[in-house]
């Protein structure tokens, strides 16, 4: 089988490091500015729920870090299967860069639901709820995937065993969206991913989606950057290194 | 303005979850800036040893 050619460009770590660079200012651009609209529009604008009060306004921030550590996992599996396959480097070297990220926003998202149960559901803490414990697999996933890595001196060596991990947890995944419908649990069941109308008034659908694009564009941001930092890192004494160092610092 | 920062008597939950989040992000930027300008520094160190012994092998010859 021929592969295209920018399967082949994908392939290089210069030509990645310089897209990586040129396309991360529009992404921070974009998901920064998101962000900024959607939280104004979410803090000030939006009316408080008739039952939860102002406390309602987490919505605008819980979810969206939620799902931006399980959209990080499925792109740290989908890149550690791709290097496993096609024994690609810089597919480990994506997977490597969105587990950190993946696993900080995992780590908000139960931090900001915690403090979200307190005053709805009575209780910081929930350990029979399906959805709290799916997304605590979900970060020690990502923390198992990292200290696994820490454990392997050769890097290629590291790439190979940890990407079957990676791989192996995806399962994951699909178990949190659906917790909620499976199994009774203190979570609401889906308000805007299901085959009928959003259950959720304009005023607040506005800045949920406004940031909930943000949070995904601003991860992609930090992925990209990530990933340059990682290739820099793989690539020293690299005679294409050496010289963007030289020029860019005569 | 301050019926906005009492939140209905919220405060105290939506604020702190709107600042641990507006951490996380700003962490996760600086953290990896840090790495990268450390990668970069480090590939300038070893040029600059480079030339060093390249300049010491000329001397001796």
């Known amino acids: ?250 | 303005m301050s019926e906005f920062l009492y939140m209905g008597g919220y405060a105290p939950y939506v604020w702190s979850a709107y600042g641990i989040t507006l951490a996380a992000l700003v962490l996760n930027v600086w953290w990896i800036r840090r790495l990268h300008r450390r990668g970069l520094e480090q590939a300038r160190n070893s040029v600059e040893q480079v030339d060093s012994a390249r300049q010491a092998t000329v001397r001796q010859v």
Request: aromatic residues 14%.
């Open chain 1, 1 to 250: 089988m021929k592969l295209p050619r920018w399967f082949h460009l994908l392939g290089s770590s210069p030509y990645v490091y310089r897209l990586a660079g040129r396309l991360s200012p529009w992404l921070g651009a974009v998901g920064c500015g998101l962000i900024a609209v959607g939280v104004f529009w979410g803090l000030v604008i939006a009316p408080p729920d008739y039952l939860q009060g102002d406390a309602s306004r987490i919505i605008y921030i819980h979810p969206q870090t939620a799902y931006v550590g399980m959209q990080a996992y499925v792109v740290l599996a989908i890149a550690a299967a791709i290097g496993f396959i096609w024994r690609l480097k810089l597919a480990h070297a994506v997977a490597v860069s969105a587990a950190p990220i993946g696993a900080s926003f995992t780590l908000c998202a139960l931090v900001t639901g915690s403090i979200w149960g307190a005053p709805t559901w009575g209780t910081f803490w929930e350990w029979t709820d399906p959805r709290i414990m799916f997304e605590l697999l979900l970060l020690f996933l990502f923390l198992g995937y990292m200290a696994l890595r820490a454990a392997f001196e050769d890097r290629d060596k590291a790439d190979r065993v940890s990407a079957i991990l990676g791989v192996v947890g995806v399962v994951n995944v699909p178990i949190i969206h659906y917790s909620v419908l499976w199994w009774n649990t203190l979570h609401q069941g889906p308000t805007i991913m299901k085959f009928d109308e959003p259950s959720m008034t304009t005023d607040m659908l506005i800045p949920f989606l406004l940031t909930m694009f943000g949070f995904m564009v601003f991860f992609y941001w930090l992925l990209l950057k990530r990933l340059q930092a990682e290739i820099v890192d793989r690539e020293q004494g690299t005679r294409w290194l050496h010289e963007l160092v030289t020029e860019s610092n005569p």
